[in-house]
T-cell receptor, first 113, second 113 residues
């Protein structure tokens, strides 16, 4: 079945450092891929998405490219801020278009000033 | 312009009791999803509805769990004869259908003593 694997956290960075959070997936067909973010005390929010191979999703300085050949969707940001401290979830939606999401286990990011 | 709301936000119950968790989706959203999130894990799909029809309940862990959405709006997730292993965050999400973005509520934190 479909699954998502994320790098384990927590990830601790200094402000302005480069961020990469790895995400790989297993799926049949052509899934859509997502990154969700959960800030402290808040609910899950969609950060970015990509719906087909080689698409790049981007938002708030974050980027991720849908790589079918490596089944990956790594999240990157060139210069993190303290306000980026949150839990990040990689997720996929299978090609059946039911909307059902399958999430990775989440990666906690802490950015220190 | 309210988002998805869930009630109660926190529920503490004793083992063996029944609980009902409520989700009020964004007005007009046809699809409604329930997920369960254990501590330190990503959300796990439970079930979803299009309008009042339950389309997929493959994620419900056993027959103590049930959900309904009788008028195609508010949904209730019911857990009968609760067990300690049911303790988790229960999240609801709604969307305008199919592949469209899911908007998540704040969740209900269930603790079974």
């Amino acid at each position: 079945g479909n699954s998502v694997t994320q790098m384990e956290g927590p990830v601790t960075l200094s402000e302005e450092a480069f961020l990469t959070i790895n995400c790989t997936y297993t799926a049949t067909g052509y899934p859509s891929l997502f990154w969700y973010v959960q800030y402290p005390g808040e609910g899950l929010q969609l950060l970015l998405k990509a719906t087909k191979a080689d698409d790049k999703g981007s938002n708030k300085g974050f980027e991720a490219t849908y790589r079918k050949e490596t089944t990956s969707f790594h999240l990157e940001k060139g210069s993190v801020q303290v306000s980026d401290s949150a839990v990040y979830f990689c997720a996929l939606r299978g090609s059946s278009n039911t909307g059902k999401l399958i999430f990775g286990q989440g990666t906690t990011l802490q950015v220190k000033p | 312009g309210a988002g998805v709301s869930q009630s109660p936000r926190y529920k503490v119950t004793k083992r063996g009791q029944d609980v009902a968790l409520r989700c009020d989706p964004i007005s007009g959203h046809v699809s409604l999803y329930w997920y369960r999130q254990a501590l330190g894990q990503g959300p796990e799909f439970l079930t979803y509805f299009n309008y009042e029809a339950q389309q997929d309940k493959s994620g419900l862990p056993n027959d103590r769990f049930s959900a309904e959405r009788p008028e195609g709006s508010i949904s209730t997730l019911t857990i009968q004869r609760t067990e300690q292993r049911d303790s988790a965050m229960y999240r609801c999400a709604s969307s305008s259908g199919g592949p469209n973005e899911q908007f998540f509520g704040p969740g209900t934190r269930l603790t079974v003593l």
